[in-house]
């Protein structure tokens, strides 16, 4: 079973950026879309983003668009969450997790989403 782990977070001034990693063991993932989703305190979890298998396909939720950008490298196992001109609002834990296959692609349901990694927090001052 794939265990992911995410890292990279911190605390940034708005304007700011950072790169969120998530990297795979005990598994590969390179065949397996892949997504990003936030939770903020006392609220859901949220979908971010999502990248397909190969890393053409990217999808986010529309308050991250034009600032963030997911990738991946399949050699190393690794996704990334590039993410710019940081706000307030994107403070939250920040979690990768596998996209459950079969036609779910598009999904932003964090139920179509397994394999959660234990987050990393991201904290945006004013």
């Known amino acids: 079973q794939v265990r992911l782990v995410e890292s990279g977070g911190g605390l940034v001034q708005a304007g700011g950026s950072l790169r969120l990693s998530c990297a795979a063991y005990g598994h590969t993932v390179r065949s397996y879309a892949m997504g990003w989703f936030r939770q903020a305190p006392g609220k859901d979890r949220e979908f971010v983003a999502a990248?397909?298998?190969?890393?053409?396909?990217?999808y986010y939720q529309d308050s991250v668009k034009g600032r963030f950008t997911a990738s991946r490298d399949n050699i190393k196992n690794t996704m990334y969450l590039q993410m710019n001109n940081l706000k307030p609002d994107d403070t939250a834990v920040y979690y990768c997790a596998v996209m459950v296959v079969a036609g779910t692609w598009g999904t932003t349901d964090k139920t179509d989403f397994h394999s959660w990694g234990q987050g990393t927090q991201v904290t945006v001052s004013s």
């Open positions: 990248i397909s298998w190969s890393g053409d396909g990217t």
